[in-house]
């Protein structure tokens, strides 16, 4: 157990330092998007492999974090970093409103709801163009820092901060409540589980989360518009999750790096990238039900 603590901290040492080696401005940029994609994806776990819950809607709370942030900062003068604290806040407030709105719906019709959110989400964002900026979105919008390495470090340590707090969760009693309604939710009210309450939970939770990321992508990138709200960003997510193995919270952080790297590197067949994601992810699926997360784990 020493032994494999040590091997990590080696490596997310080794990893920290790279940019000091390396000082690639380019691949900097690409892994402060894992960064972000990583958080969303590990919030979504939270949702998903601990309460059961199959929501198509995250990343419509991730588009909306990021719209609050670039108003808190464009009409009320608040300072970036403040502004990540609006977006968690937003973030909360629709996991709580969705959790609520939800709790009728199961399986895939929860999927489909929620999945009408996100769609309703990019047609109102389409729609009010005077503060949204529709399709074309709005710009200049002030930064966290001009200086790519300080969001490197900033962004790496909301994926480490969220990742380990997260991972308390899960291991607590709340966790161990809400595998019980994801393993069966009868068996989890016969137990004395408070179905509602811990669904909720995991949806107010996780959602901040995902409104943080948003705060995040807007304060990285200056910019926020209704594309935040495509569907790719959610088939991105799934990808993610699957291949990365959902249900352990490090596994869909890990698929963030998988998908985002090799996106950027497929590049030169980018008509077929979805294809080979989509036949990869029913490999792994296949073969490995626990996903890449679950490889490592084997190995280590």
């Known amino acids: 157990m020493k032994a494999r603590f040590a091997l990590i901290a080696l490596l997310l040492a080794a990893y920290a330092a790279y940019p000091l080696v390396s000082g690639d401005g380019y691949i900097m940029r690409v892994l402060i998007l894992v960064h972000i994609f990583a958080i969303l994806a590990a919030s979504l776990d939270l949702i998903v492999g601990y309460t059961g819950q199959l929501t198509a809607g995250h990343t419509a709370i991730w588009g909306w974090g990021a719209y609050?942030?670039?108003?808190?900062?464009?009409?009320?003068?608040?300072?970036?970093?403040?502004s990540l604290f609006v977006s968690a806040v937003v973030g909360a407030l629709l996991g709580f409103g969705i959790g609520v709105l939800c709790l009728r719906f199961k399986y895939l019709l929860l999927t489909l709801v929620t999945f009408a959110i996100l769609i309703l989400s990019y047609a109102i964002a389409r729609q009010f163009t005077s503060i949204t900026g529709g399709e074309l979105g709005i710009h200049g919008i002030p930064k966290l820092s001009d200086n790519t390495l300080v969001i490197?470090?900033?962004?790496?340590?909301?994926?480490?901060?969220?990742?380990?707090?997260?991972?308390?969760?899960?291991?607590?009693?709340?966790?161990?409540r809400m595998r019980a309604i994801k393993d069966s939710e009868e068996g989890a009210k016969v137990l004395g589980v408070d179905v509602v309450k811990y669904k909720v939970l995991?949806?107010?939770?996780?959602?901040?989360?995902?409104?943080f990321a948003g705060g995040l992508?807007?304060?990285?990138?200056?910019?926020?518009?209704?594309?935040?709200?495509?569907?790719?960003?959610?088939?991105?997510?799934?990808?993610?999750?699957g291949i990365g193995g959902g249900g352990s919270i490090i596994g869909p952080a890990i698929g963030a790096y998988i998908v985002m790297l090799l996106s950027e590197y497929l590049r030169v067949i980018e008509e077929y990238r979805l294809i080979l994601f989509?036949?990869?992810?029913?490999?792994i699926l296949r073969v490995?039900?626990?996903?890449?997360y679950g490889i490592i784990r084997k190995v280590l």
């Open 152 to 176: 490197f470090y900033v962004s790496f340590a909301a994926l480490i901060a969220t990742i380990l707090i997260l991972l308390a969760i899960t291991k607590s009693e709340i966790g161990l």
């Open 278 to 283: 989509g036949a990869a992810l029913i490999v």
């Open 202 to 211: 995991a949806n107010v939770i996780g959602s901040t989360f995902a409104g």
């Open 68 to 82: 609050f942030a670039a108003w808190s900062i464009l009409y009320f003068n608040a300072p970036p970093a403040a």
């Open 288 to 292: 490995f039900p626990s996903g890449v």
């Open 217 to 241: 992508y807007t304060t990285y990138m200056g910019s926020v518009g209704s594309t935040n709200f495509y569907v790719d960003h959610l088939l991105r997510l799934i990808l993610m999750w």
